[in-house]
């Protein structure tokens, strides 16, 4: 880890404006950035602490929505009230990710910003090809092991998957984020690939994340967040599915259904062919299953992944039969 000054931040103004310096990052629980500094990725020339900036850590809801502020504790915002009982894919979201250590320390604004990773991004002194960390250095992973790595929205210069749990919780609700001085859909936040992977958002020098805004609905109260992984804590989703439902008044006929993939993707990945397949379409098992494996539409595996491909639509189906009360 190099050398960095270090300053603490005022207010959201002043965060804005020491954020435009070249070589500035910000921190806020630190879970990201300081992981990634100590192993040689991050290497801030200055670090700008906004973990006292006033306004950004509250909770607040009303009848349209939910607004989350970005220095909100993801534990915090895992078990408030009113998150578990109007927004429970949120709340599942959190707690599935992390460990509770972490999530007593992370805040919502640095999970989103989270880096889309994998072990050869994290490991510059084995691994120097890296498109990531160095823009046209090549790709180690596309010729190494892959078993975790994404089968959606790759492109030869990179196949990470991004790692986040909230963020498909929030693409699956048509989520807003708040930059302070516009507003992006949670889906367009993120950003594929392509040939500039080092870019992994929408978020311009000099912006930060201020708030997310998510707004209610039938789809909200009725959502789950179901995720697969070789281990059952602290682990990155193999493949993970935001649904969120809302039936006819006979409890049969899909009303409204929004569907968002995790560990599968290099970004949070709405799933919208499974979407229109099944709006005003009776709930069985049958027809979730056909129309989950849309999920998988311009899927290309790259060796040990390939069981994603296999493995997504059935996270999908579960997790949709599991809102219907089928499984």
Not at 125 to 142: E, L
Not at 148 to 170: E, K, R, W
Not at 309 to 321: K, S, T
Request: charged fraction near 20%; aromatic fraction near 4%.
């Amino acid at each position: 880890m190099r050398d960095f000054s270090y300053v603490r931040a005022g207010s959201l103004d002043d965060a804005r404006q020491r954020a435009k310096q070249s070589g500035a990052m910000l921190l806020a629980g630190g879970t990201t950035l300081l992981d990634l500094a100590k192993c040689g990725v991050a290497e801030p020339s200055s670090v700008i602490d906004i973990s006292h900036v006033p306004g950004l850590a509250q909770i607040s809801a009303n009848a349209d929505g939910v607004t989350i502020g970005a220095l909100a504790k993801m534990e915090d915002v895992a078990g408030s009230p009113g998150i578990r009982a109007d927004y429970p894919v949120i709340s599942q979201s959190l707690l599935l990710a992390a460990s509770p250590q972490l999530r007593n320390m992370a805040t919502i604004g640095g999970n989103l910003l989270q880096r889309t990773r994998c072990p050869y991004f994290r490991d510059p002194a084995t691994f120097s090809a890296c498109n990531k960390r160095d823009p046209g250095s090549g790709c180690s992973a596309i010729a190494g092991v892959t078993r975790n790595h994404a089968v959606l929205g790759t492109s030869p210069a990179c196949i990470a998957s991004y790692p986040g749990d909230l963020a498909v919780a929030l693409v699956a609700l048509e989520a807003t984020i708040d930059l302070g001085g516009r507003k992006v859909t949670a889906e367009d936040f993120f950003v594929l690939p392509g040939d500039t992977p080092e870019r992994e958002s929408t978020l311009e020098r000099g912006e930060m994340v201020v708030a997310v805004l998510v707004p209610a609905s039938p789809l909200a109260r009725n959502s789950t967040y179901l995720k697969i992984r070789d281990r059952q804590s602290y682990e990155f989703a193999a493949a993970s599915a935001a649904v969120g439902l809302e039936l006819e008044a006979d409890g049969k006929t899909i009303r409204d259904i929004r569907v968002a993939l995790g560990g599968v993707a290099t970004k949070p990945w709405r799933a919208r062919s499974v979407e229109k397949a099944l709006i005003g379409r009776a709930i069985d098992a049958g027809t979730v299953e056909k129309a989950s494996r849309l999920a998988m539409e311009g899927a290309v595996a790259h060796g040990g992944n390939q069981y994603k491909i296999e493995l997504a639509p059935r996270v999908v189906a579960r997790a949709i039969l599991t809102m219907g009360g089928l499984a």
